[in-house]
């Protein structure tokens, strides 16, 4: 079957298009960290001293009853979650034992949870992180469904 020249124009634009944030998460909402690509998180800044860089995360693109959430909606839900996938940790995050007696309270890998308007937003690509203080984490969770997102 041959394609249009607008079909031929589209599969070329999906083939250049440069790898971003978006590009993790799966249609159904869940986040695959081994889809992010290489020079994605090359060009994620680097966490300072005692910060910590969070992934928010999105939400699913249909509701349970069924309905499909508008890319709108969800780039709204990920500005108000709470929830959030540890991307990478500062040097100095969790070093003070004086406030952090039992060690580091999440590493590299972890889902959170956070103040919901706890840390600098900053846009990257078709995403957005988090930058946190190490002491602004609230929790780990196992599975960021497990939370109710308004």
């Known amino acids: ?9 589209w599969a070329q634009d999906a ?10 998460y799966a249609d159904d909402g869940s986040l695959t960290v081994e889809n992010i690509d290489q020079s994605v998180l090359d060009r994620i800044p680097k966490p300072t001293g005692w910060r910590v860089v969070i992934l928010p995360y999105k939400g699913t693109a ?21 929830c959030g ?16 007696p039992d060690g580091a309270w999440c590493k590299q890998g972890d889902w959170v949870i956070f103040g919901r308007y706890a840390g600098a937003r900053i846009g990257l690509d078709e995403g957005e992180i988090r930058i946190l203080n190490d002491d602004e984490i609230l929790a780990r969770i196992n599975n960021p469904e497990d939370i109710l997102h308004m």
């Open 62 to 82: 249909k509701t349970k009853g069924g309905i499909i959430l508008a890319d709108q909606t969800r780039e709204r839900q990920q500005i108000t979650t709470v």
């Open 15 to 24: 083939a250049e298009k440069e790898p971003t944030l978006d590009d993790a």
């Open 85 to 100: 996938y540890v991307l990478a940790v500062g040097d100095l995050a969790y070093r003070d034992t004086t406030k952090f």
């Open 1 to 9: 079957m041959t394609m249009t020249a607008l079909e031929e124009k």
